[in-house]
């Protein structure tokens, strides 16, 4: 049931969540875009997953893309608590949700946090925060001597050799390293994988939407999949075992979604802190291209593209 300050109780069938979301915008006050993302989250929890579906594919205000936002926002329960200092866009409300609770907190503290706040400013806020405490202090018995400026199109490997052959000099004479502001090799790595992941991850849903549009309702229960975000985002089991289900097996998983495989191994690399784990999907994707001669191409035009970071 819901519960809201100017609405009746809702009857929990689809007809009368689709009446209610008739009335209800995503695009006006905060109160408003919560109260409809409050409408979809129960709708979710007390409809059956068909009529869930069906609920989002009948309400034509919103897309599978912005439905899903909205349905992670009213499952998100720190928003209520906050709403007085949340803008009223949903896409940043949706921004807001995804941050962790130490970010949400400092956010907060820092007055990040407000009505005006816009997509841009919290982007570059979360760089900031996640590259805090990545400089070290110069030591007390030591001076700056020397400044080394690398283009900002600098690949990770060629930071490394230089870093590498830059330490074997300085040890020669005593001298140590410092890596000026932010500009460590692994918060550039860090930050370019971000990157390079949601852009990766916007790519694979677009390609994997008229498949999942079209899968059966039991394959998705079957690997507790509620959304093509999740799909993608999910664990690679899940991933592989939805689309051989979908496909038939093997040979129709390989037929329709090599390509995709390809891009979800590049995006779990992307994701990945440990390197023992980028050497491994670095080396999958190797072993894909010499069991299948034809997808040579598409892997080493991923990882040229994708996998540098």
């Known amino acids: 049931m819901i519960k809201s300050t100017d609405t009746a109780v809702i009857p929990p069938d ?5 009446d209610h979301l008739k009335g209800c915008t995503f695009t006006g006050t905060v109160d408003e875009i919560l109260l409809t993302c409050e409408v979809i989250k129960t709708a979710k929890e007390t409809l059956t997953d068909e009529s869930f579906r069906d609920l989002r594919n009948r309400w034509d205000a919103a ?5 899903s936002k909205l349905l992670q926002v009213g499952m998100d329960d720190r928003l209520p608590d906050i709403k007085d200092l949340l803008p009223n866009k949903y ?3 949706h921004q807001i949700h995804c941050l962790s609770d130490k970010e949400l907190k400092a ?4 007055g990040l946090i407000n009505t005006e706040l816009s997509q841009g400013n919290l982007t570059r806020w979360l760089k900031e925060f996640r590259l805090r405490g990545t400089v070290q202090e110069i030591p007390d018995d030591y001076s700056e001597l020397a400044t080394v ?16 052959d830059l330490e074997k000099l ?6 140590r390293t410092q890596y000026e ?12 994988s971000q990157d390079k992941a949601e852009d990766l991850a916007s790519i694979l ?25 999740e799909l993608v985002q999910g664990p690679m089991a899940s991933f592989t075992g939805f689309l051989n289900k979908v496909r038939g097996g093997r040979d129709g998983f390989w037929t329709f979604h090599a390509h995709d495989y390809i891009h979800k191994v590049a995006l779990e690399y992307l994701k990945t802190e440990s390197r023992g784990q980028r050497f491994n999907y670095r080396r999958r994707l190797k072993e894909v291209s010499e069991k299948h001669s034809h997808l040579a191409e598409k892997v080493n035009q991923t990882l040229e593209e994708w996998m540098k970071y």
């Open 181 to 192: 502001g932010d500009q460590t090799i692994v918060s550039l790595r860090q930050q370019r």
């Open 205 to 229: 849903q677009k390609d994997l939407k008229s498949t999942w549009d079209s899968s059966e309702h039991q394959f998705r229960n079957l690997f507790s999949l509620g959304s093509i975000e």
């Open 170 to 175: 300085i040890s020669v004479y005593g001298f």
């Open 14 to 18: 689809e007809d009368s969540y689709l």
């Open 107 to 110: 956010a907060i503290e820092e």
């Open 63 to 67: 897309s599978e893309k912005v439905w």
């Open 149 to 164: 400026l690398a283009p900002s199109t600098v690949e990770e490997e060629t930071l490394e050799r230089f870093k590498g």
């Open 91 to 93: 896409t940043t409300i």
